[in-house]
T-cell receptor, first 118, second 113 residues
Framework: GAVVSQHPSRVICKSGTSVKIECRSL??????MFWYRQFPKQSLMLMATSNEGSKATYEQGVEKDKFLINHASLTLSTLTVTSAHPEDSSFYIC??????????????FGPGTRLTVT | EDKVVQSPLSLVVHEGDTVTLNCSYEVTNFRSLLWYKQEKKAPTFLFMLTSSGIEKKSGRLSSILDKKELFSILNITATQTGDSAVYLC?????????????FGTGTQLKVEL
């Protein structure tokens, strides 16, 4: 099946610094990728939809200047958390949609990145 | 506001039991309902349902959708400890920004020996 990777799997950073998370589709080209955030014992909250070659679409309440998304190629999207604060500590998961797949709603998820801001 | 609600939030069963997980939704522009299993990390895909009344089956897991009553159930028969996970229900909706998934809060299932 389609494989999505994320890097790093875990990162600890100091308050005020920026952190970049990469999401790659390994065996397919993903024109659309999604970024989610998940707090402990809570569900996945969609942050933004990333489309290759165009600006990301952010969900209501998500600061686009704080969570910078770049989808420069068909296999890579990046999420940069700028000026991170402890409240940004969370589990960030990306997913990708295979345009050759049977459904435009089926998404393949990466393994997630655990961000801890101290 | 689009809403997906799962119940129960958590349950503990013994190996061999049968469990039924529930997912109800209130969304605009419904397109599909998906079930995922999440263990330590990334959710893995189980089923996608688009039509009412048609059961999807994979081994000991099965699921069905009722678009009139706006809910779906996920059944697991003869549960095993390896079924312990969070089961997520997600609804695919069409918005001005494109197609997206809205997730429920999940059901934490623990299967004990």
């Amino acid at each position: 099946g389609a494989v999505v990777s994320q890097h790093p799997s875990r990162v600890i950073c100091k308050s005020g610094t920026s952190v970049k998370i990469e999401c790659r589709s390994l065996d397919f080209q993903a024109t659309t990728m999604f970024w989610y955030r998940q707090f402990p014992k809570q569900s996945l909250m969609l942050m933004a939809t990333s489309n290759e070659g165009s600006k990301a679409t952010y969900e209501q309440g998500v600061e686009k200047d704080k969570f910078l998304i770049n989808h420069a190629s068909l296999t890579l999207s990046t999420l940069t958390v700028t000026s991170a604060h402890p409240e940004d500590s969370s589990f960030y998961i990306c997913s990708a949609r295979d345009p050759q797949g049977i459904s435009r709603y089926e998404q393949y998820f990466g393994p997630g990145t655990r961000l801890t801001v101290t | 506001e689009d809403k997906v609600v799962q119940s129960p939030l958590s349950l503990v069963v013994h190996e061999g039991d049968t469990v039924t997980l529930n997912c109800s939704y209130e969304v605009t522009n419904f397109r599909s309902l998906l079930w995922y299993k999440q263990e330590k990390k990334a959710p893995t895909f189980l089923f996608m349902l688009t039509s009412s009344g048609i059961e999807k089956k994979s081994g000991r897991l099965s699921s069905i959708l009722d678009k009139k009553e706006l809910f779906s159930i996920l059944n697991i028969t003869a549960t095993q400890t390896g079924d312990s996970a969070v089961y997520l229900c997600a609804v695919g909706i069409l918005t001005g920004g494109g197609n997206k998934l809205t997730f429920g809060t999940g059901t934490q299932l623990k299967v004990e020996l």
